[in-house]
């Protein structure tokens, strides 16, 4: 019996379907165009979300500064901004004796919103994309979950460009809506500070 080899186990195969992969249009035309340009609206508009909770972060804990520099916490992921955020506003709130409650309350409502559209944005943006759509959707993600016995399934989710486009206009609306609420705690600490 002869030792196996390339050859014998028919694996040029296998290099030939990458060649012919690579001239096959994938993720291209009108519809892919406007899927992948959906997505990439989710990205930004959820990196200035990111970024005015940052904001948010550090009138909460040093509403004292005014220069607004979120540098340190550049590297901390946006579930650990929303963990800060929610513990220096549980820190500020009893200094207020129930003064502003309705802020208070606004505020953890938003940062609840922001961790589910970080959740919403992270299935989107992190997911794996089948090249085929399956009708009537115009795209299809593939998630993938782990079963009871351990192993993987793919479940197929469609999508349209309506469904993505109404997740990147309320990332944008939250992020206007954070942004307002971070200036109003800004002018609240400031008139606090002058009495």
Not at 48 to 75: C, H, I, Q, W
Not at 79 to 98: T, V
Request: with cysteine.
């Amino acid at each position: 019996m002869s030792e196996p080899n390339e050859e014998n186990l028919g694996l040029d195969w296998f290099d030939k379907l990458v060649e012919r992969s690579k001239r096959e249009p994938i993720f291209e035309g009108p519809q892919w165009n406007q899927i992948l340009a959906e997505l990439g609206r989710i990205t930004v508009f959820f990196d200035v979300l990111s970024f005015n909770l940052k904001g948010l972060l550090v009138t909460l804990e040093k509403p004292e500064d005014l220069t607004m520099d979120t540098s340190s916490y550049a590297r901390l992921q946006l579930s650990e901004i929303i963990k800060k955020c929610r513990r220096a506003l549980n820190n500020l709130e009893p200094s207020f004796a129930g003064k502003r409650r309705e802020m208070f309350n606004d505020c953890r409502g938003q940062l609840a919103r922001c961790d589910r559209l970080r959740e919403r944005r992270n299935e989107l943006i992190h997911a794996l994309w089948s090249p085929s759509a399956f009708p009537p959707h115009t795209a299809t993600r593939l998630q993938t979950t782990k079963t009871r016995s351990g192993s993987f399934e793919i479940i197929p989710q469609g999508h349209d460009l309506q469904s993505l486009r109404d997740v990147s206009l309320e990332i944008r609306n939250a992020y206007l809506s954070l942004h307002v609420l971070t200036i109003k705690f800004r002018a609240l600490f400031q008139l606090e500070r002058a009495k």
